[in-house]
Structures are given as structure tokens and as C-alpha cells.
T-cell receptor, first 114, second 113 residues
């Protein structure tokens, strides 16, 4: 099955700094990657969809200039949270698009902004 | 109205009992339905998906879909303490195309010995 490696698993950063989250597909080529965010006791919310070699598609209400997505290769998609604020503290999860929709997720990144 | 609704719980069941988890959705044209298990601090793990009305069984798990009532459920037979987790329901709505999944907030299940 598809193996997705997401790093880091946990990160603490200061307000105003930027944090990069990486999601690598290890045994397949991911042309599309979904990025979700989950606040405590809430549902996963789709933030954006990244496509290899083209611009990401952002969901309504998600600031594209704050959450920078890069999908420069078929095995790597990154999400950078810029100028982080405490309200950006959340659990961020990537999920590659495969023939089996919704089957695979990265391990998740717990971001804490202090 | 939320697109996918679940009772937050906790649902507490004794070990060996059947746990019944419910989910309703608002998009009547939704095509596919998913159940995930999520342990605290971890990513969701897909348990099973269902497309057609009726029941679908996989080991101790049975998914039930009723499109007319816009209702999908998950039964867990012979519940074990290791089943204690949050169970997420997700729906692929017709308005979202192939790619989009809408998640419920999850039901926390506690299986006590």
C-alpha cells in the first residue's frame, strides 16, 4: 500500500516565525496531495489541495499567503505556515490522492505556536 | 446544519459488547462513505468504506448505509479495550467531486473491561 512519511511529528515555534511540514510518498508517485488541519475535538478540515507542478487549490477561508504549499516533485509536498500565530496551533495532516480515496494519511504534525 | 454530524460521545460499552456508532449527512447525492479510527495524537486509520445501501462486513466491523435516510453507521462486535478511540465518519459529497472528503467531528468510544 501507499506509504506516506510526514515530518516533523511535533514542532514548537515562536510567534512570527515560519514552520515547514514535509510529506513524502515513499513507494508511489503522488500527483495530488490533500492537506488537512484538525483542532482539538474537531473534525479534519481540508485546507488545500496541492498538485505537482502547478498551483495549489485552497479551500474557502484559508489564506494562501499564510499557508504556502509547494509540490515540486512527485514524491514531496510541503506546507509552510508563515508568520505563525498561537491560533495556528493545530494538527496538520497530509493525504495523497490515490485510486483508493481517503485510504492513506501521513502521521500528522502537531504544531504549537508560543 | 453541519454537513456530517456525529454524536461526540463518549459512548461507553463493556468489553465484548456491540458498539454502535452513527453518522448523518446533509448532501443527498453523496456517493461514498468512510469510517476511520483515530487514536489520540495520531492520524486517522481507514476502517472501511461503503458505497451501496445495505450492510458491508469486514471482520468485527459492519458498516450500514441508508441513503434515503442519509444515515451511515458502524457496528463493532466483540468490542475490545483496544477499540477505545475516536471514530470519524467521512463523506464524499456530490458537490465536491471525486477528491473531497467531509469529516464529522467524531464519536469517542470507550470500551471498559
Amino acid at each position: 500500500g501507499a506509504v506516506v512519511s510526514q515530518h516533523p511529528s511535533r514542532v514548537i515555534c515562536k510567534s512570527g516565525t515560519s514552520v515547514k511540514i514535509e510529506c513524502r510518498s515513499l513507494d508511489f508517485q503522488a500527483t495530488t496531495m490533500f492537506w488537512y488541519r484538525q483542532f482539538p475535538k474537531q473534525s479534519l478540515m481540508l485546507m488545500a489541495t496541492s498538485n505537482e507542478g502547478s498551483k495549489a487549490t485552497y479551500e474557502q477561508g484559508v489564506e494562501k499567503d499564510k499557508f504556502l504549499i509547494n509540490h515540486a516533485s512527485l514524491t514531496l509536498s510541503t506546507l509552510t505556515v508563515t508568520s505563525a500565530h498561537p491560533e495556528d496551533s493545530s494538527f496538520y495532516i497530509c493525504s495523497p490522492r490515490t485510486d483508493n480515496l481517503g485510504a492513506f494519511f501521513g502521521q500528522g504534525t502537531r504544531l504549537t505556536v508560543v | 446544519q453541519k454537513e456530517v454530524e456525529q454524536n461526540s460521545g463518549p459512548l461507553s460499552v463493556p468489553e465484548g459488547a456491540i458498539a454502535s456508532l452513527n453518522c448523518t449527512y446533509s448532501d443527498r447525492g453523496s456517493q461514498s462513505f468512510f469510517w476511520y479510527r483515530q487514536y489520540s495524537g495520531k492520524s486517522p486509520e481507514l476502517i472501511m468504506f461503503i458505497y451501496s445501501n445495505g450492510d458491508k462486513e469486514d471482520g468485527r466491523f459492519t458498516a450500514q448505509l441508508n441513503k434515503a435516510s442519509q444515515y451511515v453507521s458502524l457496528l463493532i462486535r466483540d468490542s475490545q479495550p483496544s477499540d477505545s478511540a475516536t471514530y470519524l465518519c467521512a463523506v464524499n459529497p456530490v458537490s465536491g467531486g471525486y477528491n473531497k472528503l467531509i469529516f464529522g467531528a467524531g464519536t469517542r468510544l470507550a470500551v471498559h473491561p
